[in-house]
C-alpha cells in the first residue's frame, strides 16, 4: 500500500518518527539502524515503509532508512513467533552485515545478545534466515568511515556487543571516537570504547 514518505522530519525518537508530508504527519515505527542515519529535525528524508494492519493493534507504519533493513524486517516477520516489534528489536541489535554474517556462520550466542532473543530463538532464527539472507545485497551502508576504518568498527562494535554493551550507546561511543582519533585496531576501539561508557555510566 505504501512504498515511501517523502517529507519534512517532524520529530523523532530511536524507536518511532514523524513525518509530515503534505500537511500530514505520519508515525512510524523505526529500528536504531534507521534512527542512526537520520539528519535533524526539520530536515527533509525520503523513509521507506512497511504497511501493517490487524486487529488488535490497527493500521501501523514502519519505516526504514534502506532497502536492506526493510527486505530483512519483512524476512524477520515471516518467522513463527517473530512479530514487527520483535522485528525492529533485531535491526536494533545487530547492524544489517553483522546479521547477514551471524546467520550464514551460525553465531548463536552474538545473535542471543539481542533483547528478547534467547538461544533457542536465536538457533531458529539461523535456520528460517540462513538460505535467505544470501538474496539482501551486504554493501555497507555506513558510510562514515573508509574500508579499512569500517572493518575494525565493526570488529570492535560486534566485540562490545558480546561483552553486555547496548548498541545505542555503542554506536555513539565509538562514533565520537573516531571523530577525535585515529585508531589502527578493534583492540584499541574496545579498550577506548569502555572506558568511555565507563565513566558515562558514573556520571
Do not use: C, W
Not at 544470501?134 to 551502508?141: A, K, N, W
Amino acid at each position: 500500500m505504501y512504498s515511501y514518505i517523502k517529507g519534512k522530519l517532524a520529530d523523532k525518537l530511536p524507536t518511532q518518527i514523524v513525518v509530515e508530508s503534505h500537511g500530514i504527519g505520519y508515525e512510524l515505527f523505526i529500528p536504531l539502524s534507521t534512527y542512526d542515519k537520520l539528519p535533524a529535525v526539520d530536515s527533509q528524508v525520503n523513509i521507506l515503509v512497511h504497511y501493517s494492519f490487524n486487529e488488535s493493534d490497527g493500521v501501523r507504519l514502519f519505516g526504514f532508512f534502506s532497502e536492506e533493513e526493510k527486505s530483512l524486517f519483512r524476512l524477520l516477520i515471516n518467522i513463527s513467533k517473530v512479530g514487527p516489534k520483535l522485528a525492529l528489536s533485531v535491526l536494533s541489535g545487530l547492524s544489517i552485515s553483522e546479521l547477514i554474517r551471524a546467520v550464514q556462520i551460525g553465531d548463536v550466542k552474538l545473535i542471543s545478545t539481542i533483547h528478547g532473543i534467547g538461544k533457542k530463538s536465536a538457533e531458529r532464527l539461523i535456520i528460517e534466515l540462513k538460505d535467505k539472507v544470501g538474496d539482501i545485497s551486504t554493501r555497507r551502508i555506513d558510510q562514515d568511515y573508509s574500508d579499512q576504518e569500517a572493518d575494525i568498527v565493526q570488529d570492535a562494535e560486534t566485540a562490545l556487543l558480546t561483552l553486555g554493551y547496548k548498541r545505542y550507546d555503542i554506536r555513539k561511543t565509538v562514533a565520537t571516537l573516531m571523530k577525535g582519533s585515529e585508531y589502527l585496531t578493534s583492540e584499541e576501539i574496545i579498550k577506548a570504547a569502555i572506558r568511555a561508557l565507563y565513566k558515562k555510566s558514573k556520571i
